[in-house]
């Protein structure tokens, strides 16, 4: 046939875009847009993501909008017991036409600067699940609410039994949005077949720490703000009902990622370990001798933007191509490195402190790709091809400013991904050279909990309290005694704590309480005052020297607590001033140190009231404490001292030892000690 036989038939011009008039195409159509969209979000976390996306990006634009007179705040609800997630923000809100639009896949309203904009969440919200509740207000009388039902169910109906989904008229579930002028509030409940996850007891966590935990590590709520970045003001209040009903809550007032080095105890940057080798070598000194506060580390971290690290101004050498050194440049690229001693740190505190179902892994080693401050997927494995292992024990973050991810924010281009990977490969060599001189030997012993935070250690203790507790009273059972067993002046440290001990027990120092420790390898204990009624045992008297006045007891009539606080024995105060001059301890975190002298290198750090000056009782806050120290240069209250030397020697001659107090702290020390 030739084509002068060939025979078209004229047709007008037309537009492949316009919708079909045959409404059985149109459905068919929108299901396999819809279908297509959901493909992209497999993961477990994917609902708490896009909730909280919108949400922030709702607090964010009138933050914008308002400036600092706008306090942005999100709550959140999860309730396994009733299968649901709710999240409300006082954010800018939807009018009519946007809450009648919002579902629409493909349909954004988002401008600027937002997690996202690709207007497919939503879409996953409403048919990837089979009840979404959504209300909504941006001023007192133009409040929107409505519930979307079946929309799962729908979608995956090939018999055509199921009728398309319309939204209802609904009440409004979730109570903080009646507090809020503007804002949205959406209700996600796990209900029908084919939906990820199930039910929310697929986490394993029941409490709202372990949830914010979570949420801070696979959501929006766990902000990436890298090298200078700040994580913008959002009160997140986070409300967790168990299956028992029984609530619980945790807050967080700057939404940003759960990094290792915060909660995985001793820690340093490797930055300020690298200024401190320089100072030391510009000063002529050994750097050899590395600071104590740079040894014996659970983890080792630091954060470069990606710029510094091709220009050469990092640890972590570049090892990438001209093209993709441009591509660094043009991404915005930023990253964080935290190496661990052991793979024993995540398994301690994913198993013992957060107490997920077993074998989740909530921080692990690994490289995790985010975009937009915000963590992308699950973290993806560091391809080494030498140091085997240490992937393991490595989490490096490597953030594009300016990437976009895939419709599920899963994945990157390729070409990203890639450059991503060759970063967190030099970024484990350059750790790796660290490795065996600042971090811990991994001996196998059960340890961390002696290594974790402060807090950490202060809960543990507290509800070892509570779980085994230790009393013992009883009429008759102790005599009145009016001398101490221990006969001799303390010559060691353990002589103090003798001898302090056998002053609590005798009643000579009163109101202290001393918490069983597990011997915190960076400090000796915990303790907390507790007075009792009748406060006339605590109160300065002829016969009660060491009491405080009668006024601190004003109005109260029932038993008062302290914090429970960090305790430190020295024989010499001087001990101690060396460990803070050292770095091995800070002055900030010790509340109370017993000692039996006093010594002189305080001197230049701390002024010092004696409340054994008879001038200066009335400053005694606590029954048997002696001197009270304030920083020199800022003037704020440091921590109390009960000096046993100084103690015996004032109940043995008041008069005198008082007159040598007055001359050795000069009538001007600080006072402030409130």
Known sequence: MSASSVHLVPLDS???LVPSDDPGVVVAAQKREIANILKSYTGYYDLFSELLQNALDAVDRRSLEEGDVYSPKIWITIDL???????TDNGTGMNLAQFKQFLKPNLSFKAGVSRGSKGVGATYLGYGFNHLEVATRQSPDSIYSGVLLSGRDWLDDNAGVVNRPKVEKNA?????????????????RLVGQNIRPKDLQYFGASTADQWMCILRVHTPVGGIYLNGDAAPKAQVLLTVIDQTGVATVSEINRPHYLYPHEVLGKTAN?????????????????????PPRFTNLNGLWGEWAGVDILEGN??????????????????????????????????????????LRKGARLLRGGLQQATKHMPQGNPITIPLTNNIGFQNITHVVIHFQNAEPDLGRKGFQPEHTLVAEKLSVSAVTAFRKFYGTLLRRNTGAPELLQQMKLSQWIETQKEHEKKFPLTIKGKGLFMPTEELPITSAPMVEQDVVALFNQMLSSGLVRGIQLLS???????????RIRLDPPFEKYILSEQNPLGVSKEQFAGVSETTE???????????????????????????????????EIGEKW???????????????????????????????????AFQVICLEDLISYLQNPTEESARQKKRYSEDSAINLA
Request: glycine share 6%; charged share 25%; net charge negative.
């Open 603 to 637: 001197r230049g750090w701390f002024d010092v009231t004696s409340y054994l000056d008879n001038d200066n009782t009335h400053h005694r806050q606590f029954h048997g404490f002696t001197h009270g120290l304030t920083h020199t240069i800022t003037g704020g209250a």
């Open 562 to 596: 302290s914090p429970v606080q960090i305790l430190e024995y020295k024989f010499s105060l001087d001990a101690l001033i060396e460990e803070f001059s050292n770095e091995i301890k800070e002055w900030k975190d010790v509340k109370l140190a017993i000692v039996w």
């Open 314 to 355: 990092s640890p972590i050498k570049s090892s990438l191509t001209t093209a993709e050194q441009q591509l660094v440049k043009d991404l915005g690229l930023k990253v964080y490195v935290f190496m661990g001693f052991s793979t024993d740190l995540w398994d301690y505190y994913n198993d013992d402190v957060l107490k």
């Open 517 to 527: 420790s597990s011997q915190f390898n960076q400090y000796d204990g915990l303790y």
């Open 14 to 16: 037309w537009d492949p």
């Open 81 to 87: 017991q009733g299968s649901r997630v709710s999240v």
């Open 270 to 290: 490797l930055k300020e370990y690298l200024k401190n080798q320089e100072t030391r070598a510009a000063k002529g000194q050994d750097i050899s001798k590395i």
């Open 172 to 188: 409004i579930t979730h109570e903080p949005f009646f507090s809020i002028d503007k804002g949205t509030s959406m209700t996600l």
